[in-house]
């Protein structure tokens, strides 16, 4: 049976509670990633009809600048592509773009495509071009993409969207953490054998320990960027984290994920009250970049346990944003039910006595 969620005696119930209410996410580094198209763009000049183009002043400053804010680059250029993908390496910048699309397909479906390939949404993309004519179509084709005209980038690329509160050491590594996920697609796509057999190949270990002062700023981040693996939504500050993270009351725990090719990064990380008779998990959210990598449950399992443990029972708090039914899924995989809900927020229970096992593919470290 489902009840109606009645709301806490007193707001301050609790000194290290949870934010709640509605979430937005902040303007503040919304955008990550920059496409950019490439005649009178990123060069001067028509490639086509002149050979010799030259980089606009400035415009590699602005990408490389950005790109250590931990802000990805990529292209949407009508163009052909072998010519301009040689023209960029002639530059020694190719490295720079992540899945550039060149051809002659629109260039909001080239956005559309990118957008698929680094699994981020629409709305975390910019789209910079000088023609007025496909600016217009991007803003009709996808209305959630930032335009920005190729005449004013230095202005509106330093707009407070382009900038990030924190800069973590991740930040810098993201680019070279999608040219990992690039090498790990193209042996993906060679590998002969079950999907559980390529997880195996990888060599994944997953690591789990209690958030410390240094992971914040990622942890911060993590709430910002992640939507399909985020059970409620909820963005919480670096104090907020601090403040939840020395409480006696709560477990802040991050989990990394690690494999042949490299780092994942700091990629999960979950809120946990302890209090009785059941523990209340007001948080669990997983980066969408190991959506493939079958450990979305390997850290939910691991609270289960740990409230097993305690001898508590397990409680979640769920929220449907439109976007993150996957987690719903995990939840449901995992053996949560529903017992609580009032409009879109839902309270889970978890079936303690039937816990999944952790799969055979990844190795799993624990630092209490």
């Known amino acids: 049976m489902t009840t109606t969620i009645q709301p806490p005696e007193s707001a301050s119930a609790t000194a290290a509670a949870p934010p709640q209410g509605p979430y937005r996410k902040p303007a503040q580094g919304k955008i990550k990633c920059v496409v950019w198209d490439l005649d009178n763009t990123l060069w001067d000049g028509v490639l086509l009809e002149d050979g010799d183009v030259r980089l606009?002043?400035?415009?590699?400053?602005?990408?490389?600048?950005?790109?250590?804010?931990?802000?990805?680059?990529?292209?949407?250029s009508k163009n052909d592509h072998d010519t301009?993908?040689?023209?960029?390496?002639?530059?020694?910048?190719?490295?720079?773009?992540?899945?550039?699309?060149?051809?002659?397909?629109?260039?909001?479906e080239s956005v559309r495509q990118i957008s698929a390939k680094l699994n981020l949404g629409l709305d975390a993309f910019a789209f910079v071009d000088d023609q007025d004519f496909e600016l217009a179509e991007m803003e009709f084709s996808l209305p959630?993409?930032?335009?920005?005209?190729?005449?004013?980038?230095?202005?509106?690329?330093?707009?407070?969207?382009?900038?990030p509160r924190?800069?973590?050491?991740?930040?810098?590594?993201?680019?070279?953490m999608y040219h990992s996920q690039l090498a790990r697609d193209e042996v993906e796509g060679e590998f002969v054998g079950t999907n559980e057999e390529f997880l195996a190949s990888l060599g994944m270990t997953f690591t789990i320990a209690p958030a410390a002062r240094e992971d914040l700023q990622r942890a911060e981040e993590l709430t910002i960027r992640t939507n399909q693996l985020n059970s409620t939504g909820r963005t919480y500050s670096y104090d907020d984290l601090d403040a939840l993270r020395e409480s006696p009351d709560h477990l802040l725990l991050v989990a990394t994920l690690t494999d042949r090719f490299g780092s994942y990064g700091k990629i999960g990380l979950a809120l946990v009250e302890t209090g009785e008779p059941d523990w209340q998990l007001h948080m669990m959210l997983m980066s969408c970049r190991v959506m493939s990598r079958g450990v979305g449950s390997v850290l939910l399992s691991h609270i289960m346990e740990r409230a097993v443990e305690a001898g508590a029972g397990l409680r979640a708090?769920?929220?449907?944003?439109?976007?993150?039914?996957?987690?719903?899924?995990?939840?449901?995989?995992?053996?949560?039910?529903?017992?609580?809900?009032?409009?879109e927020r839902l309270v889970l229970a978890a079936d303690l006595t039937q816990i999944q096992p952790l799969p055979g593919y990844v190795d799993v470290e624990v630092t209490r």
């Open 56 to 76: 606009r002043a400035g415009v590699v400053e602005h990408i490389r600048r950005l790109d250590a804010l931990g802000v990805l680059h990529s292209v949407a």
């Open 84 to 108: 301009a993908v040689a023209k960029l390496r002639e530059f020694g910048i190719e490295d720079l773009f992540l899945y550039p699309r060149i051809g002659w397909n629109a260039k909001s």
């Open 144 to 163: 959630e993409v930032t335009r920005v005209n190729a005449e004013d980038i230095d202005t509106e690329l330093h707009r407070i969207e382009f900038r």
């Open 166 to 176: 924190f800069v973590s050491d991740e930040s810098a590594q993201r680019r070279a």
């Open 317 to 343: 708090d769920f929220v449907e944003t439109g976007r993150n039914r996957m987690m719903q899924i995990t939840y449901a995989f995992s053996g949560f039910r529903e017992v609580a809900r009032e409009g």
